[in-house]
T-cell receptor, first 116, second 111 residues
């Protein structure tokens, strides 16, 4: 089956620093990737959708200058949380889909971000 | 407004028992409906996917049903195991790359 990985699995950083999270499709070409955040006991909230080689489409209320998304290749997308603050602490999950995958998205294992 | 509602919000059962989770949706257009299992601190994993014309789909001890007329789906878990403890999320796909997530049902299986 299609496999998506994320790195790191967890990260702790100081307030004001930037953190980069990687999302990789290991065995398929991900033409579209999605970034979600999830707070405790809540469902996933879509942050943005990115297509390879083009700018990401952000959901309403998500600051694009704070959450920088790059999808430069068919196997890699990155989410950079700039000038992180404690309220950015959350569980970030990416998913990916591609051609011939019938619109199904495959999720990564998630990255736990804690901002001190 | 596109919505996916799940019930119950949480559920506790004894190991070996069966349970059924509910998903009601108001989504248009409808492409397909998926059930995911999400372990704590992990990403969701797909259990079943059903299109408009499918009524039932099984994956081991998991059986999903879909009634497109009433816009209801259920996920039945047979002979529950401790490892079934997780959140179960119903997701309805609407068009291309648009997914509406339910709030999930948190299942706890006790020994």
């Amino acid at each position: 089956g299609a496999v998506v990985s994320q790195h790191p699995s967890w990260v702790i950083c100081k307030s004001g620093t930037s953190v980069k999270i990687e999302c990789r499709s290991l065995d398929f070409q991900a033409t579209t990737m999605f970034w979600y955040r999830q707070f405790p006991k809540q469902s996933l909230m879509l942050m943005a959708t990115s297509n390879e080689g083009s700018k990401a489409t952000y959901e309403q209320g998500v600051e694009k200058d704070k959450f920088l998304i790059n999808h430069a290749s068919l196997t890699l997308s990155t989410l950079t949380v700039t000038s992180a603050h404690p309220e950015d602490s959350s569980f970030y999950i990416c998913s990916a889909t591609g051609l011939d995958l019938y619109n199904e998205q495959f999720f990564g294992p998630g990255t736990r971000l804690t901002v001190l | 407004k596109n919505q996916v509602e799940q019930s119950p919000q949480s559920l506790i059962i004894l190991e070996g028992k069966n349970c059924t989770l509910q998903c009601n949706y108001t989504v248009s257009p409808f492409s397909n409906l998926r059930w995911y299992k999400q372990d704590t601190g992990r990403g969701p994993v797909s259990l079943t996917i059903m299109t408009f014309s499918e009524n039932t789909k099984s994956n081991g001890r998991y059986t999903a049903t879909l009634d497109a007329d009433t816009k209801q789906s259920s996920l039945h878990i047979t002979a529950s195991q401790l490892s079934d403890s997780a959140s179960y999320i119903c997701v309805v796909a609407s068009g291309t790359y648009k997914y509406i997530f339910g709030t999930g049902t948190r299942l706890k299986v006790l020994a």
